[in-house]
Structure formats: structure tokens, C-alpha cells
């Protein structure tokens, strides 16, 4: 059993005002998306400023997306009873798969303002997402949150208030999430690739590795298990996203491949 690493979630002090390491972490996100971002505009025929509209789009995308997707998602009871509760971000509450709905919808309106493809633009982001995710799961760490179910393993560690051993599953989801689907998404995407093809991995590999780790994550308290003592709110959630990654993929096999001349003519069609 290792010891849980006891770091102050609080980065820096200034007096009254503070600092968290998780806010940071988003800060992380999309500092690295805008940076790589940059390096790689004019493929889709931007400009490097473009970028920092683009990351625009994206942030509201993954707050709003991400606060409303954890209310309807994780807390709906509670916010029938006090709607007021989604504007109190303090009190915590993200989600992923909200998150990503927001970014898709982000996109959409991106791609029109620049006269881009749908997907051409969502093969251009989705390589960029997963520092953020990778980072947003250290901040997890950090704040001893999302810890794992019990377990005997060497690495399994007792989080702060409680007493049993537990897997660090923020730090399984940080190397899947972010670590292999960076890898993967970014190598494959320096390639010649039918368009379609990095979203569909991506939503492909994303609720892979999700569905995974929810087998040794908690479940959120406040649901429990869904249906048959093993099916978590994560794993719902992850289904419709490889379902409709594979359909994408699919879908991608017809699609020109990337820097053919129809892609061009049909992204400002």
C-alpha cells in the first residue's frame, strides 16, 4: 500500500485571495490545446490567432457543457429542487461527457463562422483535448477526488477520510485519458487520414478507456449502481460515445482523405 501524497490544494496564497491546483489544471488544458493549436492552423487554413477564438469557443463549450451536463447527469433530483444550485460552481461538479457536448456544439458554431467542415474542425480539436483531461485528473488527485473501489494492490492508497485502501483511479484515468490518447490521436493525426477518422477514435478511445476504469472507480455517491450491481452512470454515459465512434469511423472509410482537393471544395461549399 503506498501513502496518499498530502499536497495542499491550494497553489498559491495571496492573502484572502487563493489559488486552487485544479483550477490550474484547466488553465494547463487550454494553454497546451492553444499552443498546439497554433503549431498546426494552417492545415485548416487559419491563422495562428484564429486559435485563440477557437479556445474561446472551447472554454464556454467545456464550463457550460460541463456544469449543466453534472446537473442533469449526477445531480438532476437536487436541481429540481433548487435550480439556483447549477450557478453555484463552488460547490463543485463537472462532467466529461457534458463537457464534450458543449464542445461539439462550440464546433459546430466555429466551423461556421470560418466556413469549415463540422468534422474537419472536431479531427482538428480532438487532438488537443486530452492534455486538458490529463491534467483535469491530476487536479482530481490533488483534491483526493474520484478515488477508486477497495483494493489489496501494492499501489492502492487510503484517501483522505476514509480508512480502507482504495485504487487511485484519477491517476488510471490521467495515464488512459491523457498520456495514451494524446499518443494515439496526435501520432495518428500527422498522418494522411480519411476526415471523420480522429473524431471517431477519439470518441472511440475516450469511452473505452472510461468504461474501463469504471470498473475499479466508486460510483457517484448520490446514484450508486445503475442496474446490476456493476453499471455506473460513467459507463451509460461511455456506451452511446464507442457506439457512435464506431458508427463514425464507419461512416469516415468513404470520406476523402485529408488534403484532398474535394475536402476543400466541400469545406467552403
Known amino acids: 500500500m503506498l501513502d496518499y501524497p498530502q499536497i495542499d490544494p491550494v497553489a498559491i496564497a495571496l492573502g484572502p485571495v487563493k489559488v486552487y491546483w485544479y483550477g490550474l489544471m484547466y488553465v494547463v488544458g487550454f494553454i497546451a490545446a492553444w499552443w498546439l493549436g497554433r503549431l498546426r492552423a494552417a492545415r485548416l487554413g487559419l491563422k495562428p490567432d484564429d486559435i485563440g477564438d477557437m479556445l474561446f469557443y472551447g472554454a464556454l463549450g467545456v464550463v457550460l457543457g460541463g456544469r449543466i451536463g453534472y446537473a442533469l447527469f449526477y445531480g438532476f433530483e437536487r ?5 439556483l444550485w447549477l450557478f453555484q460552481v463552488w460547490d463543485g461538479g463537472m462532467s466529461f461527457h457534458g463537457g464534450l457536448l458543449g464542445v461539439l456544439i462550440a464546433a459546430l458554431l466555429f466551423a461556421r463562422k470560418h466556413r469549415l467542415g463540422f468534422f474537419q474542425t472536431t479531427d482538428f480539436i480532438a487532438p488537443l483535448v486530452p492534455i486538458g483531461l490529463g491534467a483535469g485528473r491530476i487536479g482530481n488527485f490533488i483534491n483526493a477526488e474520484l478515488p477508486g473501489r477497495v ?14 485502501p482504495r485504487h487511485p483511479s484519477s491517476l488510471y484515468e490521467f495515464a488512459l485519458e491523457g498520456v495514451v490518447l494524446f499518443a494515439i490521436l496526435w501520432t495518428v493525426s500527422r498522418t494522411p487520414r480519411r476526415r471523420g477518422m480522429i473524431s471517431g477514435l477519439f470518441l472511440v478511445l475516450y469511452g473505452t478507456f472510461r468504461f474501463a476504469v469504471e470498473f475499479v472507480r466508486r460510483p457517484d455517491p448520490q446514484l450508486g449502481f445503475i442496474a446490476f450491481d456493476w453499471l455506473t452512470m460513467g ?18 472509410r468513404s470520406q476523402p482523405v485529408d488534403g484532398d482537393k ?3 471544395r466541400e469545406a467552403t461549399s
Open 79 to 83: 436541481l429540481l429542487a433548487d435550480p
Open 151 to 164: 483494493s489489496d494492490l501494492p499501489w492502492a492508497m487510503v484517501f483522505p477520510g476514509g480508512s480502507q
Open 235 to 252: 459507463m451509460l454515459l461511455s456506451l452511446p460515445m464507442i457506439l457512435a465512434g464506431l458508427a463514425l469511423l464507419a461512416w469516415a
Open 262 to 264: 474535394r475536402e476543400a
